[in-house]
């Protein structure tokens, strides 16, 4: 499987980037914007952080799937700050 890079995140005066440990984030002309769902009349159906964690969950699932279908992992397992923070360890498993 070969990673590409070939877009620079930018669209227009708008520029996307996405950092693992901070998420998505979306300038405008070097200021602050937000992610919408416009529906085919331009009417905003969604807007803001919830549009951005979803278009990261969906990056984010697409990418495992991907390693996964390669067959570089089997299984990836990606929790957020406060399922780790809330989950308890699992049983120990004795390995031979």
Do not use: C
């Not at 877009?7 to 996307?16: E, L, Q, R, S």
């Not at 984010?60 to 992992?73: C, I, Q, T, Y």
């Amino acid at each position: 499987m070969m990673i590409r890079y070939d877009h620079d995140g930018k669209v227009g005066p708008a520029t996307v980037r996405a950092v693992v440990h901070t998420g998505i984030s979306i300038t405008a002309h070097g200021r602050p914007a937000r992610l919408a769902i416009l529906g085919e009349d331009g009417s905003v159906i969604a807007e803001g952080q919830a549009v951005a964690d979803a278009v990261e969950a969906a990056a984010v699932n697409a990418f495992s799937d991907a390693l996964k279908v390669s067959g570089r992992v089997r299984e990836v397992v990606i929790r957020d700050a406060e399922a780790r923070a809330t989950s308890k360890p699992g049983p120990k498993v004795e390995r031979p």
